[in-house]
């Protein structure tokens, strides 16, 4: 044997030898389990045909597995004309469930070609399958077959509405509202065309329909907020929010917490959890905050879109404001979750999920049952889109009912009441029972002729003013100046004074601009908050004027805080909360509860936290109530406990 032979036998041997112990200890190593919540991917149908190769199959579970604990996969029989085969759905279904995953199916109802229009204009814009076509609701039926016969539980993703405005669309449409007749149509799809082939293929089969992120506007493309769920045998909740800024939904990031608690309330027990993806974000910590966000909402599942995107370079992005500081999200942490998993990539979205997943998962389990300021968002209603989401922004926690939460004692509501006929009675009686209720002046606006009138003399004059300068007040006389800002256009509201009183407002050019209004009816109180023209102009509000505003509004709720927009509270029913900051740069907060607790305790280190002893001179409107503060890194957040 020459010496060169001998050579590249042994290396080609140290190298064989090499690849095994990293198999190995990927196979050993994997990612530490969270007990709190299950972990789920979901993989697109290309990626199920990128399994065919078993080498692919086994190193890309390797390498994810090393990074995030995964308890269940979605595995995609169709999207945008594209069938997995049945011999590899078969395959890839096996390998998970020897792998100790659970396992189920996923469908995408995106059309392609001649079978179902285009998957995307040329504009980027989505196109449904038109399920007037009888050729397109045949196919829509075989794909619940096929998907039925190798899964006895179905996700539908988020595609699953109707935009074409076919002529057939037109014909069948009449004299209907788009809306109507799509909700009408999605519904009788979904019990013709998909749950019942699925059933009749597989009766035990079980179909779930994820709801995507942009709530407001469902009943336009025949999502049903009020039947589906009842038609389906669960629901899932889409929590990704992404960035708020640069892109086209500009949702905001209070969003992946609140949908879910939406959810929860409009199919209790049924809700399967929240779903997030990987893309639209300036920086890894937004990643993050999605996930955080849909378990601080005690979602049972996060889903994982999708499996090859956990695959792919995590992109740190344009973080260098807060790189240095001692964040939640830390990238030396995230380097050394990596290092200790021996995966063979670099670092992932995986690891980044890992990495999140693991910082919430110990916090979650001391919380209680999410609480929050009753809204009232009617089926299928519209108006102040999102806004309980901008509110929820500048620290004011929102539970969020399709139903009026005749239980609750203070409820918000907002334009999309207006869509309840009964709304102005309802909030006659809530009064009369004592109880508090907040109107907002685009619903104020809606009902100024339904009789609102009957309750408290106040209404919109229709005149904006520019206000620049804000003011409290907690009775006649000089008010508390409360800050400066740029100007904001604030619709003017009209009031009679000693009838109602303005206790927090501003001022344009020395003219009044009441931002709340407060009135006493019965044995309850009416509150009318005004919200600016541009509702992210709520940001731009002073600190002062958002503490004001929160003392009032949540004057007998059990904790609140003082801190400047961006900053959320999330509270619970065990005398828990925590407090996250969307911000830049750290900032101080300061906690109010309503108990006689001298301390809270973080729950992240254990440390205890004495009350301040000195008090808010904004606070003299409120009962007594302990006062702690505390600093929150930027994109961080810090969970507490109340102790006696």
Known sequence: MSLRFRTVVSTSLTALVFALICTALRATTPAPAHDQFRVAVYIPVGVVEKMKDPAYLERSWDDITSQVKVDKVYIETYRSGTFADDALLETVKSFFVTHGVAVAGGIAYV???DTAGSDQQSDGQFVSFSYTDPKQRDYVKRVAEVTARHFDEIML??????NTKRDSDI?????????AFRLKLMDEVSRDLVLGPARAVNPKVKVIIKFPNWYEHFQANGYDLDKEPKIFDGIYTGTETRDPVITDQHLQQYESYQIVRYFDNISPGRNGGGWVDVYDTRYIDRYAEQLWDTMLAKAPQILLFQYSDLLRPAEIGARDKWSGLATTFATAELEKWHSDSASSLPVSYATAAGYSLSKVNAIVAK????????GYKPYQSTGEDFLHNYLGMIGIPIDLHPEFPTGAHTVLLTEQAKFDPGIVAKIKTHLEKGNNVIITSGLLKAIRDKGIQQIADIHPTGNVLQVNEYWGSSGAGAGVDLGKTAEILIPEISFLTNDAWPVVRGTANGRGAPLLLMDHYSKGILFVLTI?????DLYALPQGVLTSIKQYLLNDFPVSIDAPSKVSLFAYDNQTFVVESYLDVPTTVTISISSSAMHIRDL???????????SNPRNMHRAKRSEFQIEVPPHSFAAFAEEK
Not at 157 to 162: A, S
Not at 532 to 536: H, I
Not at 604 to 614: Q, R, V, W
């Open 157 to 162: 993703d988020d595609f699953f509405f109707n």
């Open 111 to 113: 059309g392609a070609g």
């Open 532 to 536: 600016p023209e541009n509702a992210n």
């Open 604 to 614: 992240t280190n254990g440390k205890l936290i004495g009350a301040k002893s000195t």
């Open 367 to 374: 919380l209680g049952t999410p609480i929050g300021i009753a």
């Open 171 to 179: 014909a069948a449409k009449g004299t209907q509202t788009w809306a």
